[in-house]
């Protein structure tokens, strides 16, 4: 009986560790509808062997962003910056479409053409807010794919 009793009490343990089990990282994820925004004044930066279409767009981003420190061509992503990644991936023989990542102090959109670029700008021109006369941006992904949540 007391073997009974003592597993019904590891059990009912168990159970109530689980039910209340701590959240990712200490964080309690936010509510679905919810978005947190970031002021956004960095620039827009892209390779420097970027074609024109992709330029056009950079610049294009920089104007909606009102970016004060406008556009640059680098070699590399110099980090604190939206960084723009054009053709890099390509998702064969997979839909083609982009990722915009979001986090303070710099993003990154990944585009498979320049086309799906145009989509992604097309997007944060809708997701961008101004709260006086600054320019946020969403914390986190924005996709043209499905997203599946992990929990």
């Not at 056009?56 to 939206?82: E, I, R, Y």
């Not at 990722?99 to 997007?123: C, F, H, K, N």
Request: with cysteine; net charge positive.
């Amino acid at each position: 009986m007391r073997r009974i009793t003592f597993n019904f009490f590891i059990f009912s343990l168990l159970v109530i560790t689980l039910s209340h089990s701590a959240p990712v990282n200490g964080q309690e994820h936010p509510p679905k509808n919810t978005a947190t925004f970031t002021p956004w004044p960095w620039p827009v930066a892209l390779p420097t062997d970027s074609s024109a279409e992709i330029k056009t767009a950079a610049n294009q981003l920089a104007k909606t962003l009102n970016s004060p420190l406008g556009v640059h061509q680098t070699d590399q992503n110099p980090g604190c910056t939206l960084w723009l990644e054009v053709g890099s991936w390509k998702p064969n023989p997979s839909t083609p479409g982009y990722l915009i990542l979001i986090q303070p102090g710099g993003g990154r959109i990944i585009a498979s053409d320049v086309q799906q670029l145009q989509l992604a700008v097309d997007q944060l021109k809708q997701k961008k807010r101004v709260r006086d006369g600054k320019t946020e941006l969403p914390v986190g992904l924005i996709t043209s794919y499905p997203i599946h949540p992990t929990h």
